[in-house]
């Protein structure tokens, strides 16, 4: 299967053009425009080069908000109550944190300096959201993403105390289920977020639900 190259139009290929690790197109710009229609159709740019890589998985991970799994661990964390929940109010620190994280088996970020200014672009315009936890005035952890419609696409998070993102993403998941958000994209798979109760679906199944929701 050719890679597809793209240029200045804002123009994707199929999903099902896609390899097997989901790799569907490399190219063009980061613009608002572009990113916009890449998230809406399910696809997202994932690179640590000079060069967008633009992914549509098959299959896609998932958490349905209604499907939250919350440990006793976690439930007795909440109830100590020594964090605080807040969202929309450190957008830029928080894709900062998440840009500076260290995570095992990966030398780098995929946040580039240009991801970076486009998702706070989309921030200023009310695409991109973040949620925070707080332990008093410090921000200990959070993440990011993009809400169109009944899904939200999840980005990134960071923690800098233990459980801290767990906190703000658990928290963060009831407030969208209580909105009306149906479908929260994880895009890959990890065992962090298969135990807060993410799965996988088709790809063909995620772009249905994504044109009946957004």
């Known amino acids: 299967m050719p890679l597809f190259t793209l240029d200045n139009s804002l123009w994707f290929p199929p999903l099902s053009d896609a390899d097997e690790e989901g790799l569907l197109a490399i190219g063009g710009d980061l613009s608002i425009d572009r990113l916009l ?3 809406k159709h399910g696809i997202f740019p994932w690179f640590d080069g ?11 991970f ?6 939250i799994k919350v440990s006793k ?3 007795q964390v909440i109830k100590k109550g020594d964090y605080r929940f807040s969202t929309n109010t450190a957008f830029k620190q928080v894709i900062a944190n998440c840009k500076n994280q260290k995570r095992e088996g990966q030398n780098g970020t995929w946040i580039t300096p240009e991801l970076e200014t486009s998702f706070n672009q989309l921030h200023d315009l009310g695409f991109a959201v973040s949620a925070e936890t707080w332990l008093g005035d410090k921000l ?22 233990s459980n801290a993102s ?30 807060l109760g993410a799965e996988m679906i088709g790809r063909e199944d995620f772009a249905n639900k994504l044109s009946q929701l957004i």
């Open 37 to 39: 229609i890449a998230y």
């Open 62 to 67: 998932v958490l349905f908000p209604t499907n």
């Open 50 to 60: 000079p060069v967008p890589l633009w992914w549509s998985p098959d299959p896609r």
């Open 166 to 195: 767990k906190f703000a993403f658990i928290h963060f998941v009831k407030l969208l289920a209580s909105q009306g958000v149906e479908l929260i994209d994880c895009q890959v798979y990890t065992a962090h977020l298969e135990s």
């Open 140 to 161: 200990v952890g959070g993440l990011y993403g993009i809400r169109m419609g009944k899904v939200f696409f999840g980005e990134s998070m960071f923690a800098h105390n």
């Open 73 to 75: 661990s976690m439930e």
